[in-house]
């Protein structure tokens, strides 16, 4: 069973330009982990600098490359935070992340499993984040944790930084692909516009 | 106060009541940033008349960071007796995309840019 949610592009391949990233399950406890997520981020981000060259005659080009690095570290980090978050760390599928090169966009692409019992609030939150409008659902979302002692960093704050703050385009999908037990894989994809 | 790791720094200088941020702060949540919130709820107990945030040489800040710095500034401003200030960098591109929500949570709030 596929399901799909906001901006998703399903049929989409590759262009020439990418870059896939495959972390596989560990026995390292996540805590130990997390720092790797800011390093694949930050490495991500400086590789893709490679495609937007600077130029002394033109101080713009930094600026610019300045610019999309510090966006594609952001938004590769907390893709990489919320998978390892959610994944479901029994299973043996891997997360991965893409980066897709585009003419007028980079793409970003995460799987990861998703355990079957936070599917459902999951996919409630998504729904929650179509039907709002980010600006405000920022707002809202921050003035609320300020009332009552949420956990930071459950936030769901990171989806929408992307929506409000780099006017990124969201889209997921789910798939079961085993049953018994289930599995699902949820590909998340991020359009970042050039 | 001064929280110091590999990767950040979070300290108060009480003269000038400033708190500065720097480095890299992607921690995971959880209990992670807890001694940092304590750092931050100190600071707002003591009740300066000013406040002023440094963040000029944060590099980077995820999601439940910005939270962190979100709640800070709400109870900052139901305090109602405290001014406060924040310094950006304009070289650094994710504070020019996110630092001016803080202004949404608390109008008063002024961002200097340096």
């Not at chain 1, 920022?138 to 704050?157: D, M, R």
């Not at chain 2, 200030?85 to 949570?105: A, D, E």
């Amino acid at each position: 069973m596929t399901q799909i949610f906001g901006d998703f592009i399903d049929n989409f391949s590759s262009s020439e330009e990418y870059l896939l990233l495959r972390f596989s399950p560990t026995s390292v406890p996540l805590k130990q982990r997390w720092r790797n997520n800011g390093l694949s981020a930050d490495f991500m981000a400086d590789y893709l600098t490679t495609f937007f060259p600077g130029s002394e005659e033109d101080p713009s080009t930094f600026e610019r490359q300045n610019e999309i690095k510090s966006a594609v570290s952001y938004i590769a980090n907390e893709l990489l935070e919320n998978a390892m978050k959610f994944s479901d760390e029994n299973m043996p599928q891997p997360i991965t992340i893409q980066l897709d090169l585009q003419a007028d966009k980079i793409i970003f692409l995460t799987t990861n499993t998703i355990s079957s019992q936070v599917v459902a609030d999951f996919k409630a939150y998504i729904q929650e984040l179509s039907a709002s409008d980010p600006s405000e659902m920022y707002i809202q979302q921050l003035e609320k944790q300020a009332e009552v002692e949420t956990p930071i960093g459950n936030s769901g704050l990171g989806y929408v930084t992307m929506l409000n703050d780099y006017m990124a385009k969201l889209g997921w999908k789910f798939e079961t692909v085993q049953t018994e037990p289930e599995v699902i894989i949820v590909t998340t994809m991020v359009q970042l516009m050039l | 106060m001064e929280i110091k790791k590999d990767d950040y720094r979070v300290c108060y200088d009480q003269p000038t009541a400033t708190i500065y941020c720097q480095g890299s702060l992607r921690l995971s949540g959880m209990n992670e940033y807890a001694p940092i919130v304590e750092l931050l709820n100190n600071v707002a107990e003591q009740e300066p008349p000013v406040i002023t945030l440094n963040l000029t040489d944060l590099e980077f800040l995820n999601s439940s960071g910005i939270s962190l710095i979100s709640k800070f500034v709400i109870q900052v401003r139901q305090k109602q007796t405290i001014n406060m200030i924040v310094k950006g960098s304009n070289n650094i591109p994710w504070q020019k995309k996110s630092l001016k929500n803080l202004q949404r949570l608390m109008p008063s709030l002024i961002l200097e840019w340096e």
